[in-house]
């Protein structure tokens, strides 16, 4: 089975702190992603990689960065947190290929990390 | 860019078959997904239909893609309590390494 990671299940951070948040798969997969979900918005992209040290921007790159040193490990950097990034974080992978399942681009979810920035 | 649209909210007393629809814009949609996402959890697969499918069927669900339409439908049959959760609609083609996401529809179960 893929497992997907993610450091931390909740975190509580002040405003102005640089938070971490980390991810690892164990599938060897390419691509990487990670979401934020606010209610009534659905999955929201911020950043994605499709290759080690490779990244391209979503639909809401603002106010985060990312870094891709290893195959298996993503994280999600927030420079100086502020309180409307108060959100879930989904960590996702993938396969750049079909693999053995047929279904082309199906992500592989982590648990999620609720944030929240007083 | 290409969109995915569900409704927020859908209530079904519980027994009853609940039916959670989406659209899409892509017409070179080859993928459709339907994701699960149980409370405080992350998504995970339910099903999903190819574009060359109109139905696939897997004990209580039942999907349907009218591709004219550009109409998705997932279909649960006798809802149960464990049913509740939000569903999520994803699309993909061969020229995306992305899932494109409808907002997710939230099921809600009556007793």
């Known amino acids: 089975d893929v497992k997907v990671t993610q450091s931390s299940r909740y975190l509580v951070k002040r405003t102005g702190e640089k938070v971490f948040l980390e991810c690892v798969q164990d599938?060897?997969?390419?691509?990487m992603f990670w979401y934020r979900q606010d209610p009534g918005l659905g999955l929201r992209l911020i950043y994605f990689s499709y290759d080690v040290k490779m990244k391209e921007k979503g639909d809401i790159p603002e106010g985060y960065s990312v870094s891709r040193e290893k195959k298996e490990r993503f994280s999600l950097i927030l420079e100086s947190a502020s309180t409307n990034q108060t959100s879930m974080y989904l960590c996702?992978?993938?396969?750049?290929?079909?693999?053995?399942?047929?279904?082309?681009?199906?992500?592989?979810f982590g648990p999620g990390t609720r944030l929240t920035v007083l | 860019g290409e969109d995915v649209e569900q409704s927020l909210f859908l209530s079904v007393r519980e027994g009853d078959s609940s039916v959670i629809n989406c659209t899409y814009t892509d017409s070179s949609s080859t993928y459709l997904y339907w994701y699960k996402q149980e409370p405080g959890a992350g998504l995970q697969l339910l099903t999903y239909?190819?574009?060359n499918m109109d139905m696939k069927q897997d004990q209580r669900l039942t999907v349907l893609l009218n591709k004219k339409d550009k109409h998705l439908s997932l279909r649960i049959a006798d809802t149960q309590t464990g049913d509740s959760a939000i569903y999520f609609c994803?699309?993909?083609?061969?020229?995306?390494?992305?899932?494109?996401w409808g907002a997710g529809t939230k099921l809600i179960i009556k007793p």
């Open positions: 994803a699309e993909t083609s061969l020229s995306n390494y992305q899932l494109i």
């Open positions: 239909i190819f574009s």
């Open positions: 599938m060897d997969h390419e691509n």
């Open positions: 996702a992978s993938s396969l750049s290929d079909r693999g053995t399942s047929g279904r082309y681009n199906e992500q592989f």
